[in-house]
């Protein structure tokens, strides 16, 4: 089966910066496009950024510049590195992954606190 894990959330200053992991297993992971998406407290899981099956990136405007998605086919892991924190990036951050035949998967999410 299908599983995704997220880690490397944690608590960091505004203007800090963090890298999360999602590892992969349990499929081909080279013919996925993978997605990050966060949820605030009391707010919708919101899209942040996707890494298509062909490399190509494309992110939300209240990230762009900031965020960056990447993946290591080899460590079946995708990344989120996150620069230049803000308060309003608080957020539990999950993975998404989305198969050939269009099935996706989630992980549980890692949280994220901006905060002095």
């Known amino acids: 089966q299908v599983q995704l894990v997220e880690s490397g959330g944690g608590l960091v200053q505004p203007g800090g910066s963090l890298r999360l992991s999602c590892v992969v297993s349990?499929?081909?992971?080279?013919?996925?496009?993978w997605y990050w998406y966060r949820q605030a407290p009391g707010k919708q899981r919101e899209w942040v950024g996707t890494?298509?099956?062909?490399?190509?990136?494309n992110y939300a405007e209240s990230v762009k510049g900031r965020f960056t998605i990447s993946r290591d086919i080899a460590k079946s892991t995708v990344y989120l590195q996150m620069n230049s924190l803000k308060p309003e990036d608080t957020a539990d951050y999950y993975c998404?992954?989305?198969?050939?035949?269009?099935?996706?998967?989630w992980g549980k999410g890692t949280l994220v606190t901006v905060s002095s």
């Open positions: 998404k992954g989305r198969a050939p035949n269009a099935m996706e998967y």
């Open positions: 349990g499929t081909i992971f080279s013919t996925y496009t």
């Open positions: 890494i298509f099956y062909y490399a190509t990136t």
